[in-house]
Antibody
Framework: QVQLVQSGAEVVRPGASMKVSCKASGYTFTGYYMYWVRQAPGQGLEWMGWINPNSGGTKFAQKFEGRVTMTRDTSISTAYMELNGLKSDDTAVYYC??????????????WGQGTLVTVSS | QSALTQPASVSGSPGQSITISCTGTSGDVGSYNYVSWYQQRPGKAPKLMIYDVIIRPSGLPNRFSGSKSGNTASLTISGLQAEDEGDYYCSSYRGSGTLVFGGGTKVTVL
């Protein structure tokens, strides 16, 4: 079955970086856009950006421009999201989610299980 | 970037119908038929309920339906059941490869 499995929870220091992985299985990894969405504790969903696993092309929400990097390794069907300059309000659950074959296809299914990143000194 | 506007909470009795609205602008909901809805239960990842305004993923009960009028999209749940409780989020394409989520609506079954 189509599945996304994310890396485990992290605790990181303010100012540091974090990198979350998202391993895909059950479908052709390069055929679907991969999105990243985060959710702060008790808050709503926030779109961060996407990567086209076929070309490596990316698009980020303006809020994260300059601070986020999204990459992929097609040999192991894995997408990565790295966020730099972490602050306390970056504490959140980070999700990867499979999109469609175009960046306009924003029906995300499935989602990864989520990765809790806690920014704390 | 402003989020789409959703009511904070909606409630209904079992068997009733409820509708959750999602109001955007002419730059997102009003311009594109790329609106999705997600259900999220506590401690779980979101689940896709509707995409492209009206399309239900296979296997989803037809009690869930989507629609759009102008800058407002809506999700209707007919024959409300206890298992429908949770948070519901809309999202819309916003052009230039970007998208935006709504603030979320808590659905309570009385």
């Amino acid at each position: 079955q189509v599945q996304l499995v994310q890396s485990g929870a992290e605790v990181v220091r303010p100012g540091a970086s974090m990198k979350v992985s998202c391993k895909a299985s059950g479908y052709t990894f390069t055929g679907y856009y991969m999105y990243w969405v985060r959710q702060a504790p008790g808050q709503g969903l926030e779109w961060m950006g996407w990567i086209n696993p076929n070309s490596g092309g990316t698009k980020f929400a303006q809020k994260f421009e300059g601070r986020v990097t999204m990459t992929r390794d097609t040999s192991i069907s894995t997408a990565y999201m790295e966020l730099n300059g972490l602050k306390s309000d970056d504490t959140a659950v980070y999700y990867c989610a499979r999109g469609g074959s175009s960046y306009r296809n924003i029906g995300f299914d499935p989602w990864g299980q989520g990765t809790l990143v806690t920014v704390s000194s | 970037q402003s989020a789409l506007t959703q009511p904070a909470s909606v409630s209904g009795s079992p068997g009733q119908s409820i509708t959750i609205s999602c109001t955007g602008t002419s730059g997102d909901v009003g311009s594109y038929n790329y609106v999705s809805w997600y259900q999220q239960r506590p401690g779980k990842a979101p689940k896709l309920m509707i995409y492209d305004v009206i399309i239900r993923p296979s296997g989803l009960p037809n009690r869930f339906s989507g629609s759009k009028s102008g800058n407002t999209a809506s999700l209707t749940i007919s024959g409300l059941q206890a298992e429908d409780e949770g948070d519901y989020y809309c999202s819309s394409y916003r052009g230039s490869g970007t998208l935006v989520f709504g603030g979320g609506t808590k659905v309570t079954v009385l």
